[in-house]
């Protein structure tokens, strides 16, 4: 009993500092909403910018995204555009014809191949950074559409010279496709609301998101370059130019529209991946920040929670697999009946970080609405993060642990046109010892409820139901998928 307490304590205690931290950001984003900054201007004409395209297997999307950065604003002659193609499908075949198709009309590109794959998406950008001719590098995956003024709206941020980045904001074409996508964009705005804004307002760490921004070709550089050791390069290498005193700049009034997964597999090796490769990365380059004398314990603090917030999804599991000791013990040792009051930090947890989130999905000019749509979708959002968390906390004990992986691609799927996911050839399902065990944790939250109202103890009711109906979705969906595909 005293292990089951004292396991549960050390994770609500986690999650408590997690909340603040996450509801110090809000007020920092707070203030720099109402402390707002002109974009710099150009500090001179039209640099020269190579604009990269990593590219592996993506047929669907790969004509939307050419199409979209050959109207890119900016002078023919200052910008080259790189589509760093590892693909082994047809989709080598349309990069071409597209490209022939733009031949005539004056653009520099080049269609860059490699004989291997070494290294992924890491090790395509170093290849094409040796061979690029830009003084800046714009990047973009290819699930993106760049806006036309991208880069007259980004590049003003370079007139100063120790600025290493610009990060743009994701937006998101589909983000009404369904109720996956509408949970993704309602926990994606946090990020690229209240997270980044308010980390740079600060002046904390914080991270260029892979794609939908641009780098000082020389940041990139003089960080060390791209390395394929994780899973999250582009994680990676901003905490390497951070630690080498480049600065960053976060840019929420810039949109970058991308297309968000919509099957709940895609979903899940997304999380995987970027879970996984935060924890690498924490094992990485924590221990530099932490003994850097460059930068203040509250920067130390909030990069420490930065680095480790995959983290969450372990606490999260943990909390899950306590739920029905937890409320054994309450029932049978009055021993904790102090302790378990403790246990409302939990409650005060969901209240500091679903204010962020509140924030950073609040439409001002429809707040009733908004309101609403958070009661509804935030405990759905929280419900789905813990369905899908047993899957995603294997990674991040890989990551912690040192244990790689393959870099596995998010399936891209031009929804507009593609309603049916089952039609998409790279989406390959099968059934996994995983989706077993998250039916079994469907009927362990089953047992917890029957086992609480049975015995008139309604204290983890509500958690149980969140259990049930985020396990249940996330395993039912992925069962579903595997046999119909």
């Not at 370079?158 to 949970?183: C, E």
């Not at 002046?203 to 003089?222: D, P, Q, S």
């Not at 060390?224 to 976060?250: C, M, N, P």
């Not at 015995?455 to 992925?478: D, E, K």
Request: aromatic letters at 16%.
């Amino acid at each position: 009993m005293v292990l089951v307490v004292l396991l549960y304590s050390i994770v609500l205690f986690y999650i408590f500092l997690y909340s603040l931290i996450q509801f110090g950001l809000l007020i920092y984003y707070l203030k720099s909403k109402r402390n707002e900054l002109k974009p710099s201007a150009l500090d001179r004409e039209y640099p020269m910018v190579t604009i990269q395209l990593p590219v592996y297997n993506e047929k669907y999307v790969i004509e939307r995204l050419l199409d979209a950065v050959f109207l890119i604003d900016w002078p023919k002659e200052s910008f080259e555009i790189q589509v760093l193609d590892d693909s082994n499908d047809q989709t080598t075949e349309l990069i071409e014809k597209k490209l022939a198709s733009f031949s005539s009309k004056g653009y520099n590109f080049s269609h860059i191949r490699r004989s291997n794959r070494a290294g992924f998406k890491a090790g395509a950008l170093a290849y094409g950074l040796s061979k690029s001719n830009g003084e800046y590098i714009a990047i973009f995956d290819s699930d993106f559409i760049p806006n036309p003024s991208f880069l007259k709206q980004t590049m003003g941020g370079f007139s100063n010279p120790k600025v290493g980045v610009v990060q743009t904001k994701w937006s998101h074409l589909n983000a009404d496709f369904s109720l996956l996508t509408k949970l993704q964009s309602f926990g994606l705005n946090n990020h690229f609301t209240v997270e980044q804004r308010g980390r740079n307002f600060a002046g904390f760490f914080i991270n260029f998101n892979g794609t939908a921004g641009v780098w000082r070709k020389t940041c990139i550089e003089n960080s060390g370059g791209w390395q394929s050791d994780t899973l999250t390069e582009d994680l990676d290498l901003s905490y390497r130019a951070q630690l080498k005193g480049w600065k960053f700049i976060y840019r929420e009034d810039v949109n970058s529209p991308a297309e968000l997964p919509i099957t709940i597999d895609a979903l899940k090796n997304q999380q995987f991946r970027w879970s996984k490769g935060a924890a690498e990365c924490a094992r990485k380059n924590l221990g530099k920040v932490l003994k850097s004398k460059s930068f203040s314990f509250f920067e130390k603090v909030n990069a420490f929670f930065h680095l480790t917030n995959s983290i969450m999804y372990l606490c999260m599991m943990i909390l899950v697999l306590l739920t029905v000791p937890v409320v054994y013990v309450s029932l049978n040792s009055s021993v904790f009946d102090t302790y378990f009051l403790f246990a409302n930090v939990f409650f005060l947890s969901s209240c500091f970080i679903g204010a962020t989130y509140f924030v950073a999905n609040f439409d001002t000019s429809n707040r009733l609405k908004s309101i609403f749509q958070f009661l509804y979708l935030f405990p759905l959002f929280l419900s789905v993060c813990m369905g899908i968390g047993f899957y995603v906390s294997i990674g991040v004990l890989q990551g912690f642990l040192g244990l790689k992986s393959d870099f596995v691609r998010t399936p891209k799927f031009n929804v507009i046109n593609r309603m049916n996911p089952s039609i998409n050839v790279y989406v390959k399902s099968k059934l996994k010892l995983v989706n077993f065990i998250e039916i079994a944790i469907v009927f362990y939250s089953v047992f917890g409820m029957f086992y609480s109202f049975t015995n008139s103890n309604y204290s983890m009711m509500v958690f149980l139901v969140m259990i049930f109906a985020g396990s249940s979705y996330s395993s039912v969906n992925s069962i579903k998928h595997a046999i119909l595909k």
